[in-house]
C-alpha cells in the first residue's frame, strides 16, 4: 500500500516548546532578575503563535474529506530536513549554516541569562498558542499533519489524491479511468459508485487503486462542524439538523 510520509503537527510544535522549556529550567534562578524579559516574550511569542496559526489554517486542505483528512502539504517535515536539504542541495551553505547554529547557541548560552530568557519565553508562550489552537482545531476535524507534497512525484506515491471517472461501476470492486489509463478500482467505503461519477485516489494496493467519492462541494477548513460522518449516518444529520449544510 502506497502511502505519504507524514507527521502530526502538534509533534513538532510540543517537540520545540520543550526546547524552550529546557532553556527557561536551566537559568531558572534568573527568571524573577529577568522578569522584564520574560513578559516581552511571553507577549512577543503569544502574537507570533497566533500569526503562525493564521498562515498554517489556510493552508490546510482536505478538510472535507472522509479518508485522510486536514493535510499541510510541505517540501519538508522539520527544521533538521530543511538544513540537511540546504547543505545537500549546496554544500557551501554548510559553514554559513554552521556560523548560525554557532551564533544562536552563544546567545543562548545560560551565562546569557537575558538572551536566553527572552528567545526560550519568546518559543514557549508562541508554540502554547500554537499548541492550544491546533487541539482546538482538531477537537472539530480530527488530527492535523504535515505531509510531503507528492505533486509531481512518480509512481504509486504521485497517484494519490489523483482524480479519475469511474468507467465500470464500483460495487465495490469495479475498474475507473485515470489519465488516461484504466484501473481496477474499490471503494474504500464500500458503497456503490455508478459510471461516471469522480474518485480520487487514496491509497494504491498493488495494481489496485482504492478510491473514495469526490465530494460535490468543498467545507472551509475552519468551520467548527463535527467530523464528516459515513454516508448513512450524513443522511440522517440533514433530516435531523436542516440548517446544516
Not at 469526490?214 to 459515513?230: D, F, I, M, Y
Amino acid at each position: 500500500m502506497a502511502l505519504v510520509k507524514q507527521v502530526r503537527v502538534i509533534r513538532n510544535v510540543v517537540g520545540g516548546g520543550a526546547v524552550c522549556l529546557l532553556a527557561l529550567v536551566l537559568v531558572r534562578a534568573r527568571l524573577w532578575e529577568h522578569r522584564a524579559a520574560l513578559g516581552l516574550g511571553g507577549v512577543a511569542g503569544g502574537l507570533c503563535g497566533w500569526l503562525r496559526w493564521g498562515q498554517l489554517r489556510r493552508n490546510i486542505a482536505r478538510c472535507d474529506r472522509r479518508y485522510e483528512r486536514n493535510k499541510i502539504f510541505v517540501h519538508y517535515l522539520s527544521l533538521v530536513e530543511i538544513a540537511l536539504g540546504a547543505v545537500a542541495y549546496n554544500p557551501y551553505l554548510a559553514m554559513p549554516l554552521g556560523l548560525v547554529l554557532l551564533a544562536g547557541v552563544l546567545l543562548t548560552h545560560p551565562s546569557h541569562q537575558w538572551w536566553t530568557i527572552l528567545a526560550s519565553s519568546v518559543g514557549l508562550s508562541g508554540t502554547g498558542v500554537l499548541a492550544c489552537c491546533i487541539v482546538r482545531y482538531e477537537r472539530h476535524h480530527g488530527p492535523l499533519y504535515y505531509q510531503y507534497n507528492n505533486a509531481g512525484w512518480s509512481g504509486a506515491e504521485g497517484m494519490l489524491y489523483q482524480v479519475g471517472t469511474v468507467v465500470q461501476p464500483l460495487t465495490p470492486a469495479g475498474k475507473i479511468n485515470l489519465q488516461g489509463v484504466l484501473w481496477n478500482a474499490v471503494s474504500l467505503s464500500g458503497e456503490a459508485l455508478a459510471v461516471g461519477e469522480q474518485v480520487e485516489v487514496i491509497s494504491v494496493n498493488r495494481l489496485t487503486l482504492e478510491v473514495d467519492r469526490l465530494p460535490t462541494s468543498s467545507a472551509p477548513c475552519v468551520s467548527h462542524e463535527s467530523l464528516p460522518a459515513r454516508p448513512t449516518a450524513a443522511r440522517h444529520a440533514v433530516r435531523t439538523d436542516p440548517g446544516s449544510t
